[in-house]
Nanobody, 123 residues
Framework: VQLQASGGGLVQAGGSLRLSCAAS????????MAWFRQAPGNEREFVAA????????LYAESVKGRFTISRDVAGNTMYLHMNSLKPEDTAVYSC?????????????????WGHGTLVTVSS
């Protein structure tokens, strides 16, 4: 399984970005997917997850109401729409494929990871 995240960049506080994660055709479309992020000096943290049908979602408290996760099941692509960005959202954002069809906040429940895309939010 290959995952490719894109869409990161430099944005001012209050701005928006949309991240994309394209999965290879060999990805099992019955698996949940998620976004995690890692800021310099910090551990990787959960951002959002979506189940295999693209219906049920989970969000970290810090991004609720600002970020929206979605997926195009047929196209094996996942998105993260980020609004009202804050400087503390600055991190490398990575996408992952889960071990099951249900989303999870735990890193241990994801077994395929893509290279991240850097999001920098200036104040």
């Amino acid at each position: 399984v290959q995952l490719q995240a894109s869409g990161g960049g430099l944005v001012q506080a209050g701005g928006s970005l949309r991240l994309s994660c394209a999965a290879s055709r060999r990805t099992n479309s019955n698996n949940a997917m998620a976004w995690f992020r890692q800021a310099p000096g910090n551990e990787r943290e959960f951002v959002a997850a979506i189940d295999w049908r693209g219906i049920n979602t989970l969000y970290a408290e810090s991004v609720k109401g600002r970020f929206t996760i979605s997926r195009d099941v047929a196209g094996n692509t996942m998105y993260l729409h980020m609004n009202s960005l804050k400087p503390e959202d600055t991190a490398v954002y990575s996408c992952a494929v889960g071990r099951s069809s249900v989303g999870s906040t735990s890193v241990r429940n994801y077994n395929y990871w893509g290279h991240g895309t850097l999001v920098t939010v200036s104040s």
